[in-house]
T-cell receptor, first 111, second 113 residues
Framework: QKEVEQDPGPLSVPEGAIVSLNCTYSNSAFQYFMWYRQYSRKGPELLMYTYSSGNKEDGRFTAQVDKSSKYISLFIRDSQPSDSATYLCAMTKNTGNQFYFGTGTSLTVIP | EAQVTQNPRYLITVTGKKLTVTCSQNMNHEYMSWYRQDPGLGLRQIYYSMNVEVTDKGDVPEGYKVSRKEKRNFPLILESPSPNQTSLYFC????????????FGNGTRLTVT
C-alpha cells in the first residue's frame, strides 16, 4: 500500500463549481502538507503549504488537513477553465528528507 | 526571478550514450532533488542532496549519478542510458529540506532509443 493515496480522476466540472480534491495517507508521522498544480508539459507549481491540522485559505483556494482521519483536501471556489490541470498532494515528516507525493488528480473545468 | 532552471527541455539519445541534465537554482536553497514522472506512477525520487558534497539515494537511484559541488547546481548524469529511463525528469529545491516546500523546474523530457 502506498503511503499517500490520491484518486487520479479524471474530474470534470462546469465553470463556477466548487471543486474538492482529496488525499489520504497512512503514516501519522506526516506533519507538513502541500498542494501543487501541474499544467501539461510544465513543472509542478506550489499552491498551498500547511503545517499540521487546520485550514488555510488563499484566494479561491482552501487547504484542509484532518490529521485524526489522515485526510487532506484542497477546495477550489468559483472554478475557472484556467484551473484545468493535474493537482498533486505532497507531504513530509518531521524527520528525514523525503517528500511523499500522490499520483495526481486530473481536473477539467468546462466553460 | 526566483527559479529552478533545467537544461535541456527535450533530449533524444541512443542507448549507452552518456548524458548530463543540468539543474541550477538561484534561491540559495540547501536541498535539491531529482524526480522522474511516469504515467500512473507519479513522481519518484531519484537522488537528493541536503548540502554541498552530500547526496543520498531516493526511491529509484539505479542507473543515475549526481554531484553537488556547488550549492546552486545539481546535475543528473546517466552514464549508460537505457530505454527504461525514457521519462519526464524534474529538478526541485527547497530551503530547508522536508521542513519547507519544494520548488520545481520545468522538466526535461528524455527519450532513449
Amino acid at each position: 500500500q502506498k503511503e499517500v493515496e490520491q484518486d487520479p480522476g479524471p474530474l470534470s466540472v462546469p465553470e463556477g463549481a466548487i471543486v474538492s480534491l482529496n488525499c489520504t495517507y497512512s503514516n501519522s508521522a506526516f506533519q507538513y502538507f502541500m498542494w501543487y498544480r501541474q499544467y501539461s508539459r510544465k513543472g509542478p507549481e506550489l499552491l498551498m503549504y500547511t503545517y499540521s491540522s487546520g485550514n488555510k485559505e488563499d484566494g479561491r483556494f482552501t487547504a484542509q488537513v484532518d490529521k485524526s482521519s489522515k485526510y487532506i483536501s484542497l477546495f477550489i471556489r468559483d472554478s475557472q477553465p484556467s484551473d484545468s490541470a493535474t493537482y498533486l498532494c505532497a507531504m513530509t515528516k518531521n524527520t528525514g528528507n523525503q517528500f511523499y507525493f500522490g499520483t495526481g488528480t486530473s481536473l477539467t473545468v468546462i466553460p | 526571478e526566483a527559479q529552478v532552471t533545467q537544461n535541456p527541455r527535450y533530449l533524444i539519445t541512443v542507448t549507452g550514450k552518456k548524458l548530463t541534465v543540468t539543474c541550477s537554482q538561484n534561491m540559495n536553497h540547501e536541498y535539491m532533488s531529482w524526480y522522474r514522472q511516469d504515467p500512473g506512477l507519479g513522481l519518484r525520487q531519484i537522488y537528493y542532496s541536503m548540502n554541498v558534497e552530500v547526496t543520498d539515494k531516493g526511491d529509484v537511484p539505479e542507473g543515475y549519478k549526481v554531484s553537488r559541488k556547488e550549492k546552486r547546481n545539481f546535475p543528473l548524469i546517466l552514464e549508460s542510458p537505457s530505454p527504461n529511463q525514457t521519462s519526464l525528469y524534474f529538478c526541485a529545491s527547497s530551503l530547508y529540506g522536508s521542513h519547507s516546500p519544494l520548488h520545481f523546474g520545468n522538466g526535461t523530457r528524455l527519450t532513449v532509443t
